[in-house]
């Protein structure tokens, strides 16, 4: 794992900034924009030897992600997803193969949980709304979860299509979609000969390389104090996904429901205020960030100690910190 962890943080930073003043008098510069995508704020910032070629790379990076969005986003009638949705269960609809391949991956992380990770929560998740503070009363609830099943998707790679075996499962990328779109801003930006780079997608980053070879500085939210961080950690040529219960959700009779669902229940997966998850691909991490946030503190680690190449870093209810077995050792002094 590429992870430097360093007991004097406060000198690392001093030396980081240092050396971007240095770099700073050469012609080569960090250049960064955001824009609203895939409901969220996406931002993209890279080391570029010439103005118009970088922001003409940043924008190729926009392009993308806009047209994975206008793909995969399952509230757009128009869009491939919703297709799915509507036809899966009459007859196997044949789709594009980056959907397939971000489904078969959804799948993949399914068996891996147990059904943690279900792309079909949508079957439930669907009459929820965070924004209008509404939840299923308790006969939808006890009638959709039924349709939570991710083992009644039928997926061929081959042939590129999909079935639903159940007429009342839907589904919704928005636990691993993200991951991929960074993955493929940073496959672009790569083709581009782009060596340093940094792209987020709300929780899920990517980060290309290092800052003027020192690590990049991440922090994970507070999950509970806005604007401070629970922890900062400097990492190179690296993915990191947070899953936090402060992200999308409303207050009601004082129960908090938020945005990530426990797929046997059909409700907001208690236990945890977030869960992050250092790997290689975003793909990976945003899928796993989710995950681990439904399995809980010890499931959740146990998984992830299992895995080559990848971390976790867990918020318990208390607002505890646990650390998967790598990063246990590497931070110890
Ligand atoms: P974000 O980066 O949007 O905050 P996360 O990676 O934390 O998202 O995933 C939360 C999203 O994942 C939810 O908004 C929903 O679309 C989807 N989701 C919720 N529960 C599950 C689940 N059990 N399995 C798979 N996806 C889920
Ligand atoms: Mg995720």
Redesign the pocket.
Known sequence: MKFSATGAFQSLFISTLLSLLWVGAANAQWLKASRTLMG?QVSVEIWSEDIVTGRDAIEKVFAEIERLDLMMNPWNVESELARINREAALHPVTTTAEIITVIDKALYYSRLSDG????S?ASV?QYYDYREGKSPDAKKLASERENIDFRTIELDVADSTIRYTKPGLQI?L???A?GYAVDRGIGILQELGIESAVIAA???SRILGSMADRPRIIGIRHPRKKNEHAVLMPLVDTAI?T??DY??YFVKDGIRFH?????STGEA?RGVQSASVIAAYALDT?AL??TV??LGVERGLELVNRLEGVDAIVIDGEGKLHYSQELLLSTRP
């Open positions: 969220t943690a990770f279900d792309i929560f998740g919704d928005g636990g691993i993200k709300g929780g899920d996904s899953s936090g992200e999308r945005h990530i669902l426990e797929p997966s945003d960030s989710t946030f439904v």
